[in-house]
């Protein structure tokens, strides 16, 4: 197809020429002017609007340059700050699990301590002196608590005296500079307190003969203890089990104390209280570190007892009534921040320890009413805060709560979806005991972890935060403790992860400031190039604007010139060409043409004719492949066919020579032989004579094939 269009093209601008009548100058010149200008114009317009794409695909590739720098500062800083993250992470679970772990341990040989103690009262001579001087040289240390007040925002409690600051320690040699870190002394204050609220003997019918009190919180009266009713909280059944026991025996008793309820869970203010529907009165609702430092106090104990035997005989029982503060002591000034211990605990502040019992029962919380206690009304054990479906099936069976959840399943499909009940919690009835708190499934992960008596930790999600969770079995095994694996009961320290992602955190931050940076740098950078690729576009559009203008000139100039040039060696041409017009040539123009060029053309011609009519055999004229080129009419003749058919035909179709055979006469060049000669019809004998056909360079184009008649 581009051959035909390319073909009428020429066609119809040689027809135009014509008619104008132009000179052969005046067409050599509009020619140079086609083939030179109008391709130089085209070509500073393509060059143009390739610079311009040029520039624009600049200035696209330097922004997506930018965003891509952009992207990888991002990545780069996304991939340092969650390794960060990682790395601190595992730090800190590292170093919790082992505080939880240590802490444990802490309380399991404190309680052993306890052993040591009740064997030791159990050789004393009972009497009342003995026993004073017993307990007033068993002395423990508890924090003093200062005295707090509302904030002046009134939205939290803060102490009501301010601490002095802490003077700072400096390196005084500079070879310990590097990384010298001072950290100041805890400046808690602290009370001697009797480890022991009550020291008794009881008979062997469970009157209690002596007693010693170090606190009004016991009845100093002596009581029968072998009824419930006159015992702590009239909760202990302790006297049936001493019964069971031989020399040498200890029994340990759970938590014993009194429930403190609270109605309100958190930052306990007048705002919140009044949001909840409540009169504001702290000193009313438990106790609950710094979202309720004014509360009132879970107050417990924890029975030692055992055998006192004389003569191979046992007279009576000894016992010690622990006061529950000293096992609270262990964890309730513990943190896992970097401050590592504070005065009041906290638990609004999610980073805080407590202690669950071998039952996954609340008995060390910062948050009093969430330890699980006894109703001294009746000396059952109080309500928990039960999750509702377990409430809802309490209440309808019309049963006591003791005869009720003693057939109910513990950690029954634990999860985050179920709710704690609603009632108990407007009752203020919230104490934790984890067997039925369906709606913690976190219970379920501590009781899994301390199985064994092991510890670990795991992270949950707890209130919209990701907290880590750790959990280590207390390793006391004394009495009924023994039982379980998990001994007295296990520590758990709740950490909130973003404590300690915090330097992950702050580099984030400067990460994020210096990428902003860099974006804003690569930002100007990429508007500066862009300003610049618009200067050099319009730059290169001028200098091309110019550049061409001074070509065409110099085309023009050029193509005169030439046009010039060639018309008078064209006419010297033809008038050479003439004077060989006695048959040096064969081929025909045939021109129309009425200039310079059609003389010459015209003067060829007549050359050829006669060139061709003085072969008088049979001639053909092929290229390399056998196309044939021409043909006399003495060949068209033999070969029977017209000049039409013949051109553009192949040798074979036109020869009377079969192909490749001894007559062949193309056959016989090639092979460097005469051809043979071949018998026509009619008596007749011929023979073929070939030879190449060469261009100007002396390079073979074709064949020149002659044929003689030979018969004679």
Same mark, same amino acid.
């Given at each position: 197809m581009i051959k035909r269009i390319a073909g009428k093209a020429h066609s119809l601008?040689?027809?135009?020429?014509?008619?104008?009548?132009?000179?052969?100058?005046a067409k050599l010149i509009a020619i140079f002017v086609i083939i030179k200008v109008i391709p130089l114009v085209l070509l500073a317009l393509i060059a143009w609007r390739q610079s311009w794409l040029l520039g624009t695909e600049l200035s696209v590739?330097?922004?997506?340059?930018?965003?891509?720098?952009?992207?990888?500062?991002s990545s780069m800083g996304d991939i340092a700050v969650s390794r960060s993250v990682k790395a601190l992470n595992d730090r800190a679970t590292e170093d919790i699990e082992r505080m939880t772990t240590d802490t444990a341990r802490k309380i399991a040989d404190f309680l052993y301590g306890r052993d040591d103690d009740i064997r030791a009262a159990a050789a004393l001579e009972p009497s009342e002196e003995n026993y004073r001087i017993f307990v007033e040289h068993k002395m423990g240390l508890l924090v003093r608590e200062g005295e707090w007040k509302l904030a002046a925002d009134g939205k939290s409690w803060v102490p009501a005296e301010t601490p002095p600051p802490r003077g700072e320690v400096k390196s005084s040699n500079n070879e310990n500079d590097t990384a010298f870190h001072y950290r100041p002394p805890d400046s808690f204050e602290y009370d001697s307190r009797p480890l022991y609220l009550e020291m008794t003997f009881?008979?062997? *019918?469970?009157?209690? $003969?002596?007693?010693? /009190?170090?606190?009004?919180?016991?009845?100093? &009266?002596?009581?029968?203890?072998?009824?419930?009713?006159?015992?702590?909280?009239?909760?202990?059944?302790y006297f049936q089990e001493l019964k069971r026991l031989g020399p040498g025996d200890i029994y340990v008793s759970e938590v014993i104390g009194a429930y403190v309820g609270s109605r309100y869970i958190g930052m306990y203010t007048p705002e919140n209280a009044e949001a909840a529907g409540l009169e504001f009165q702290p000193e009313e609702e438990a106790y609950a570190g710094k979202e309720n430092p004014l509360g009132k106090r879970f107050k417990g104990i924890v029975r030692w007892a055992s055998p006192?035997?004389?003569?191979?005989?046992?007279?009576?029982?000894?016992?010690?009534?622990? *006061?529950?503060?000293? $096992?609270?002591?262990? /964890?309730?000034?513990?943190?896992?921040?970097? &401050?590592?211990?504070?005065?009041?605990?906290?638990?609004?502040?999610?980073?805080?320890a407590f202690i669950w019992d071998y039952k996954c029962r609340s008995i060390v919380h910062p948050r009093h009413h969430s330890i699980v206690g006894y109703d001294p009304e009746t000396g059952e054990p109080q309500v928990p805060w039960l999750e509702q479906s377990i409430y809802d099936a309490w209440r309808q069976s019309g049963k006591s709560y003791v005869d009720f959840i003693?057939?109910?399943?513990?950690?029954?499909?634990?999860?985050?979806?179920?709710?704690?009940?609603?009632?108990?919690?407007?009752?203020?009835?919230v104490g934790l005991d984890g067997r039925y708190l369906n709606n913690a499934p976190q219970c379920t992960g501590w009781f899994d972890l301390t199985s064994e008596g092991g510890s670990g930790s795991f992270n949950i999600l707890w209130s919209g935060l990701s907290k880590l969770?750790?959990?280590?079995?207390?390793?006391?095994?004394?009495?009924?403790?023994?039982?379980?694996?998990?001994?007295?009961?296990?520590?758990?320290?709740?950490?909130?992860?973003?404590e300690f992602n915090r330097p992950a955190l702050e580099m984030e931050r400067e990460l994020d400031s210096v990428t902003d940076g860099a974006n804003e740098s690569l930002g100007r950078a990429a508007s500066d190039t862009r300003e610049s690729i618009k200067k050099n576009l319009l730059d290169t559009t001028t200098q091309l604007s110019l550049s061409a203008g001074v070509m065409i000139v110099l085309v023009v100039l050029i193509a005169i010139w030439m046009a010039s040039f060639l018309t008078r060696n064209i006419n010297n041409l033809v008038k050479g060409i003439s004077r060989f017009r006695?048959?040096?040539?064969?081929?025909?123009?045939?021109?129309?043409?009425?200039?310079?060029l059609g003389a010459l053309a015209d003067s060829f011609d007549e050359m050829a004719d006669r060139l061709v009519e003085s072969v008088s055999g049979p001639l053909v004229i092929t290229d390399l492949n056998g196309k044939t080129l021409y043909a006399n009419d003495h060949a068209l003749k033999l070969c029977q066919k017209t000049l039409e058919e013949a051109i553009g035909s192949g040798y074979k179709e036109i020869s009377v020579y079969p192909e490749n055979s001894r007559y062949c006469p193309i056959k016989a060049l090639q092979e460097g032989r005469e051809a043979e000669v071949k018998h026509l019809p009619g008596d007749r004998y011929i023979k073929g004579k070939a030879t190449y056909l060469y261009d100007k360079a002396g390079n073979k184009t074709g064949y020149i094939i002659i044929t003689d008649d030979v018969t004679e």
């Amino acid at each position: 197809m581009i051959k035909r269009i390319a073909g009428k093209a020429h066609s119809l601008i040689e027809e135009a020429f014509n008619r104008m009548g132009w000179s052969l100058r005046a067409k050599l010149i509009a020619i140079f002017v086609i083939i030179k200008v109008i391709p130089l114009v085209l070509l500073a317009l393509i060059a143009w609007r390739q610079s311009w794409l040029l520039g624009t695909e600049l200035s696209v590739r330097a922004e997506e340059l930018t965003a891509k720098a952009n992207d990888s500062l991002s990545s780069m800083g996304d991939i340092a700050v969650s390794r960060s993250v990682k790395a601190l992470n595992d730090r800190a679970t590292e170093d919790i699990e082992r505080m939880t772990t240590d802490t444990a341990r802490k309380i399991a040989d404190f309680l052993y301590g306890r052993d040591d103690d009740i064997r030791a009262a159990a050789a004393l001579e009972p009497s009342e002196e003995n026993y004073r001087i017993f307990v007033e040289h068993k002395m423990g240390l508890l924090v003093r608590e200062g005295e707090w007040k509302l904030a002046a925002d009134g939205k939290s409690w803060v102490p009501a005296e301010t601490p002095p600051p802490r003077g700072e320690v400096k390196s005084s040699n500079n070879e310990n500079d590097t990384a010298f870190h001072y950290r100041p002394p805890d400046s808690f204050e602290y009370d001697s307190r009797p480890l022991y609220l009550e020291m008794t003997f009881v008979d062997p *019918d469970g009157r209690e $003969i002596i007693k010693t /009190t170090t606190s009004p919180q016991m009845d100093g &009266g002596l009581k029968d203890v072998s009824d419930r009713w006159n015992t702590y909280v009239h909760a202990e059944t302790y006297f049936q089990e001493l019964k069971r026991l031989g020399p040498g025996d200890i029994y340990v008793s759970e938590v014993i104390g009194a429930y403190v309820g609270s109605r309100y869970i958190g930052m306990y203010t007048p705002e919140n209280a009044e949001a909840a529907g409540l009169e504001f009165q702290p000193e009313e609702e438990a106790y609950a570190g710094k979202e309720n430092p004014l509360g009132k106090r879970f107050k417990g104990i924890v029975r030692w007892a055992s055998p006192v035997e004389r003569n191979g005989s046992i007279i009576g029982y000894v016992t010690l009534a622990l *006061d529950h503060d000293h $096992i609270m002591e262990f /964890t309730s000034h513990l943190t896992p921040t970097t &401050g590592r211990y504070t005065e009041t605990p906290s638990a609004y502040e999610g980073n805080y320890a407590f202690i669950w019992d071998y039952k996954c029962r609340s008995i060390v919380h910062p948050r009093h009413h969430s330890i699980v206690g006894y109703d001294p009304e009746t000396g059952e054990p109080q309500v928990p805060w039960l999750e509702q479906s377990i409430y809802d099936a309490w209440r309808q069976s019309g049963k006591s709560y003791v005869d009720f959840i003693k057939d109910q399943p513990v950690f029954d499909k634990q999860s985050r979806e179920k709710k704690p009940a609603r009632e108990l919690t407007k009752a203020g009835l919230v104490g934790l005991d984890g067997r039925y708190l369906n709606n913690a499934p976190q219970c379920t992960g501590w009781f899994d972890l301390t199985s064994e008596g092991g510890s670990g930790s795991f992270n949950i999600l707890w209130s919209g935060l990701s907290k880590l969770t750790t959990a280590a079995a207390i390793p006391y095994y004394t009495g009924r403790y023994g039982e379980s694996k998990r001994g007295f009961a296990f520590v758990t320290i709740g950490a909130g992860l973003e404590e300690f992602n915090r330097p992950a955190l702050e580099m984030e931050r400067e990460l994020d400031s210096v990428t902003d940076g860099a974006n804003e740098s690569l930002g100007r950078a990429a508007s500066d190039t862009r300003e610049s690729i618009k200067k050099n576009l319009l730059d290169t559009t001028t200098q091309l604007s110019l550049s061409a203008g001074v070509m065409i000139v110099l085309v023009v100039l050029i193509a005169i010139w030439m046009a010039s040039f060639l018309t008078r060696n064209i006419n010297n041409l033809v008038k050479g060409i003439s004077r060989f017009r006695s048959g040096e040539r064969h081929f025909r123009f045939r021109s129309k043409m009425r200039d310079e060029l059609g003389a010459l053309a015209d003067s060829f011609d007549e050359m050829a004719d006669r060139l061709v009519e003085s072969v008088s055999g049979p001639l053909v004229i092929t290229d390399l492949n056998g196309k044939t080129l021409y043909a006399n009419d003495h060949a068209l003749k033999l070969c029977q066919k017209t000049l039409e058919e013949a051109i553009g035909s192949g040798y074979k179709e036109i020869s009377v020579y079969p192909e490749n055979s001894r007559y062949c006469p193309i056959k016989a060049l090639q092979e460097g032989r005469e051809a043979e000669v071949k018998h026509l019809p009619g008596d007749r004998y011929i023979k073929g004579k070939a030879t190449y056909l060469y261009d100007k360079a002396g390079n073979k184009t074709g064949y020149i094939i002659i044929t003689d008649d030979v018969t004679e």
